[in-house]
């Protein structure tokens, strides 16, 4: 065809075929890029003046896997690329933050920085070139570009050794006070068991609860069908082993030059035995799943195959009778559960094999009478249901009313002692407890389920103020009893704690810093870009950070 084509090139027909050609391939191929090329969105991402391309993205992304590599640590590819997307926008932003700031960082803070690395120095703690040389080797990684590493290092913690001086030090007592800080609360449950609903509701509020509660009143998708099942045993009594099928089979054995007929024969009857009696099964099944394919009532197939038909009806997913709650007892109703409810209405499952408590072979199918969908019971069906629902439900909103009640109450600074006991309720104190919720006396269990639930709850209250949480079926209403100081705890390593705390502290505000100056150099990512070179990054954290 290229010979056609060079030989009549200066035909008009191949000039337009050549044009039409070449005007596909930009339409389809090089279009695109020529699009985000003017529109200036030819970049993966965009810190301020600086544009990552995706061939700058992706040659960094080679770099990490080949450290990666390197170090013999297992690779993430999602979590790697995410990590050099990260890093690839605080780099830019630390570089455009250093100059800003004016870090200038010479080739003496270089020396002494690398010089002062513990890998990299040897038995006497004197720095050694070739252990650096070493490591770099393992990791592939070129010398100008550990250098360039290290210098962004060096930015960077430039930039977060400002944070540490900035109010921490006069503050971070302050913040150790407020961790260390415990609450005591007081306590009453309310059981809505212990109301009382007198009066009977009418037809129509039953009805109305009926109609607006459907979830509560919905029945279980019910399905009924046959089990067939086909023992093993029973067709034993029709193989028949002869003489001259022991000799047969005997000629034919590889162990006949070893040993004689007479001691073979016991063996040779078992084998043959079972290798005719797992013919016959196979052919016996073969036969009834073709009979039963061509519509033949189960009745029929089960008499003229001898086979046991066990009826199971109206049963759920949990296997109960929908009325008896009767449940299925075959040695293998899971099993069989699994089938029944996988296969369609006048279905017929494949056979499975199973053991009965001889460790004979039993093998059984399914045949799937009816199905019952999952619905709504009617009132008149459910009506008694539906009444204790309702009781239950009017407990709850009494429960609630009253918890409510006391909530409002202490919130115009009524005590909830007080408020228990004029309504006849037991308030109880609890142990105290920190932020994470660990109680002070934690071999008591008897709060720890409240304490659990309410905890962070109750550090964002004062003394004084109260709420209600649902618990184990029970409405607990508690009030901050005591606001216990850290000066009263005994933290046991105070010194080290404080160290611990103000690097956290640190750490907080270098990732605000991180944030701001990200909307600083405006940090533009070009999700359509990063899509198409990074197909196993989820696009979404990036969306909500930047």
């Not at 009816?370 to 619905?375: L, Q, V």
């Not at 019971?377 to 909103?397: A, F, N, Y």
């Not at 932020?435 to 209250?461: C, M, P, Q, W, Y």
């Amino acid at each position: 065809m290229l010979d056609s084509i060079r030989r009549h090139s200066s035909s008009i027909g191949v000039k337009i075929f050549l044009t039409i050609l070449a005007l596909t391939f930009v339409f389809c191929f090089g279009l695109p890029d020529v699009i985000r090329k003017l529109s200036g969105k030819d970049y993966l991402v965009k810190i301020g003046k600086v544009r990552i391309s995706p061939a700058m993205f992706k040659q960094e992304k080679a770099k990490k896997f080949n450290m990666l590599k390197g170090s013999d640590r297992s690779i993430d590819e999602k979590s790697v690329t995410s990590s050099i997307l990260h890093q690839i926008i605080w780099e830019n932003i630390i570089d455009l933050a250093s100059e800003d700031f004016g870090f200038i960082v010479s080739d003496s803070t270089m020396k002494e920085y690398i010089g002062g690395m513990h890998m990299f120095r040897d038995e006497q703690g004197r720095f050694s070139a070739n252990l650096l040389r070493n490591l770099l080797y393992k990791l592939q990684i070129p010398e100008p570009m550990f250098l360039e590493l290290s210098k962004k290092e060096i930015k960077s913690a430039l930039i977060k050794a400002a944070l540490k001086y900035v109010s921490i030090s006069a503050e971070v007592d302050l913040y150790i006070g407020a961790h260390l800080e415990k609450r005591k609360l007081s306590l009453v449950e309310l059981n809505p068991d212990s109301f009382e609903i007198k009066g009977k509701p009418s037809q129509d509020e039953l009805r109305e609860f009926h109609q607006n509660n459907p979830d509560s009143f919905m029945a279980d998708e019910l399905r009924s069908f046959r089990i067939l099942e086909l023992s093993e045993s029973s067709l034993e009594k029709d193989i028949v082993i002869s003489e001259e099928d022991l000799k047969d089979a005997y000629e034919y054995s590889p162990e006949k030059r070893e040993r004689t007929y007479e001691e073979m024969k016991a063996e040779l009857a078992i084998n043959l035995r079972q290798e005719r009696l797992q013919s016959k099964t196979n052919e016996i099944i073969r036969q009834i799943e073709d009979t039963l394919m061509t519509g033949e009532n189960v009745e029929n197939v089960a008499k003229k195959f001898n086979l046991k038909i066990i009826n199971v009806e109206n049963i759920n997913a949990g296997n109960k009778n929908a009325k008896s709650q009767e449940v299925l007892k075959v040695p293998y109703k899971k099993d069989v559960m699994a089938v029944a409810f996988s296969i369609d209405e006048g279905a017929d499952s494949s056979f499975s094999e199973t053991q009965d408590d001889k460790k004979n072979r039993i093998f059984w199918l399914v045949h799937l009478d009816s199905i019952t969908p999952k619905h709504v019971e009617e009132l008149k069906k459910v009506s008694d249901k539906v009444l204790r629902e309702w009781t239950k439900d009017q407990k709850h909103r009494k429960t609630l009313e009253l918890a409510d009640d006391f909530v409002a109450k202490m919130g115009d600074g009524g005590s909830l002692e007080k408020l228990a006991a004029e309504h006849g309720r037991i308030c109880n104190v609890s142990q105290s407890f920190d932020r994470l919720g660990t109680a002070s006396d934690h071999k008591n269990k008897k709060f720890a389920d409240i304490i659990a639930a309410v905890h962070e709850e109750a550090f964002s209250k004062n003394k004084g103020e109260a709420s209600r949480r649902e618990i184990n079926g029970k409405i607990v209403v508690y009030q901050v009893r005591d606001v216990i100081p850290e000066k009263q705890t005994d933290p046991p390593d105070a010194t080290k704690y404080k160290a611990e705390l103000s690097q956290e502290m640190t750490d907080d505000l270098y990732q605000q810093l991180v944030g701001y100056l990200s909307k600083k150099y405006k940090v533009t990512i070009n999700y359509e870009m990063l899509k198409d070179s990074a197909d196993t990054l989820d696009t979404s954290e990036f969306n909500e950070i930047f």
